[in-house]
């Protein structure tokens, strides 16, 4: 009877460790606990010889973790992202929708400068208008289309917010909030039907020349 025995084919690592380059050689070091006996004493070998260490390897591995993980968090961002709105809002004017609306309304209650019914109006018609802003793209701010659309949805907003205010009088923070909510949501909607209709008519203008 022939016992036959197991072919294993002839693999000269140190070749092939000498042929790498230090980068995907320090890659490969980084993984060495999984290397075979055999390609592990020939990394170790051609570390030694290019005197390059372990520790190193360990550095470039995390250095190549993190970039993958910009990498991911970059490309997530710019899926979010549409043509309109802006997938990240800036820090600083949330601090300013936050602060400024309210040191606003406190400021005209002090000086008495407008009946007290028109400081929730003027409240949520600010913050509706900054956050309006903060969420479209820069170019859509150079835009007429966008300006008008929004003095069109801050004026709905002053007026549902004024009904509400003298209608409902919420007192409340969790009324506050709503009615808050019931006063910018309306105003939006007709905003961007008259930031549609502008672009429209916009294009419209652009086409015309062309087909004469």
Request: net charge positive; aromatic share 8%.
């Amino acid at each position: 009877m022939i016992a036959v025995l197991p072919l294993r084919p002839y693999l000269n690592f140190q070749e092939n460790y000498a042929a790498m380059s230090d980068d995907k050689l320090l890659l490969i070091a980084a993984s060495r606990a999984d290397l075979v006996q055999e390609a592990a004493h020939a990394l170790d070998s051609e570390m030694a010889r290019r005197r390059l260490d372990y520790g190193e390897a360990d550095a470039r591995t995390r250095d190549i973790v993190r970039q993958e993980i910009k990498e991911a968090r970059k490309y997530r961002s710019s899926k979010k992202a549409s043509k309109y709105f802006v997938a990240r809002a800036n820090g600083w004017t949330l601090l300013l929708v936050t602060v400024g609306s309210p040191l606003l309304v406190i400021g005209l209650m002090v000086f008495h400068l407008v009946p007290e019914e028109w400081l929730f109006p003027i409240l949520s018609v600010c913050m509706g208008a900054l956050l309006a802003i903060l969420a479209v793209q820069p170019w859509l701010r150079k835009t007429s289309s966008f300006w008008i659309s929004l003095v069109v949805s801050c004026t709905v907003q002053l007026t549902v917010g004024y009904w509400i205010s003298v209608q409902l009088a919420p007192q409340t923070t969790g009324e506050l909030k709503g009615a808050g909510f019931l006063t910018i949501i309306p105003g939006y909607a007709v905003g961007i039907l008259s930031f549609a209709l502008l672009q429209k008519l916009e294009l419209g203008k652009d086409r015309q020349p062309r087909s004469q």
